[in-house]
């Protein structure tokens, strides 16, 4: 599925895992496969659902797969945070107006601070009642309303605020 500004969101998401790579902090690799038998995208085994190679898991780097919009819904991140006594995130990703947004509202919603780097996200336009929404215009949207959950910040921000 194409996504408008994913490329550059795809360099910026690296910086940041880069970032925290180099800081030898946990990363969670979100992957979303399909289990509705009306999906077309993101189907099991195929292309669509491998994450991107410039943001590739390394060994040991944990892969999370979710089936839900929302990564916490019915997988194992909680409690994997939980475990590492993890207590505020860090989001990227796509896409913005449907699994960045789930994920940050229920991550709010489960107590954690959420720090997410609007820049190193992506989405597409979308259509409701023939009129046809911008990307651009979705993403911001989107990113303003998620500002009541936590922080919306550059990736550049984000790095400043966690060198503090």
């Not at 979710?66 to 909680?78: A, G």
């Not at 009129?131 to 998620?146: E, K, Q, T």
């Amino acid at each position: 599925m194409e996504l408008q500004g994913s490329p550059e969101a795809a360099v910026r998401a690296r910086g940041l895992l880069d970032f925290f790579r180099m800081s030898a902090w946990p990363t969670f690799h979100i992957q979303h496969v399909s289990i509705s038998p009306e999906a077309t995208f993101f189907l099991p085994e195929t292309e669509g659902v491998q994450i991107h190679a410039s943001i590739a898991p390394l060994p040991g780097e944990a892969v999370i797969v979710k089936h839900f919009p929302n990564s916490f819904r019915e997988t194992p991140l909680l409690q994997r945070l939980q475990a590492l006594s993890v207590d505020r995130l860090v989001l990227c990703g796509s896409m913005t107006h449907m699994y960045v947004d789930a994920t940050m509202r229920a991550a709010a919603d489960l107590g954690f601070p959420v720090l997410l780097a609007g820049d190193a996200c992506a989405t597409r336009s979308l259509v409701y009642s023939k009129i046809v929404i911008p990307a651009d215009h979705v993403h911001a949207a989107f990113l303003a309303a998620l500002m009541s959950y936590g922080q919306v910040l550059t990736s550049d921000e984000v790095v400043l605020q966690l060198q503090r």
